[in-house]
């Protein structure tokens, strides 16, 4: 046990020493352009809306994923399970899209 202690001790010790950073990391982390200095800031704002659309065509590029082995599945089972199954997954999806569309999630001009 008091192995296992001074051996996490020192490791954590050492990883500190590493992970210092110094004035030389600093223009390391600085962006670079052909040399010069550069004009305008590399971190540009990222726009939170187009994040959203994003995450929306992700969510239905996966229902459409979801649903499409189902319609070959349905050969072999039971049609009126897969049906209400697919339903009500449709139905979360719709409402959820209506969610967001109500709170103006889907607007991109405010």
């Known amino acids: 046990m008091m192995l296992s202690?001074?051996?996490?001790i020192m490791l954590?010790?050492?990883c500190a020493l590493i992970?210092?950073?110094?004035k030389k990391d600093r223009?390391?982390?600085s962006p670079f352009e052909c040399g010069?200095?550069?004009?305008?800031?590399?971190?540009?704002?990222f726009s939170i809306q187009f994040f959203l659309i994003a995450v929306l065509f992700l969510i239905f590029d996966i229902e459409i994923a979801i649903i499409l082995?189902?319609?070959i599945t349905m050969k072999w089972s039971?049609?009126?399970t897969w049906i209400l199954t697919i339903m009500?997954?449709?139905t979360v999806l719709i409402m959820g899209l209506y969610h967001e569309w109500n709170y103006g999630v889907l607007e991109w001009a405010n």
């Open 36 to 45: 010069f200095d550069p004009k305008s800031s590399a971190r540009m704002p």
């Open 27 to 29: 223009e390391k982390m």
């Open 5 to 8: 202690l001074v051996l996490t």
């Open 78 to 80: 039971m049609t009126k």
């Open 19 to 22: 992970s210092k950073t110094s």
């Open 88 to 90: 009500v997954f449709i």
């Open 69 to 71: 082995p189902v319609i």
């Open 12 to 14: 954590m010790v050492m």
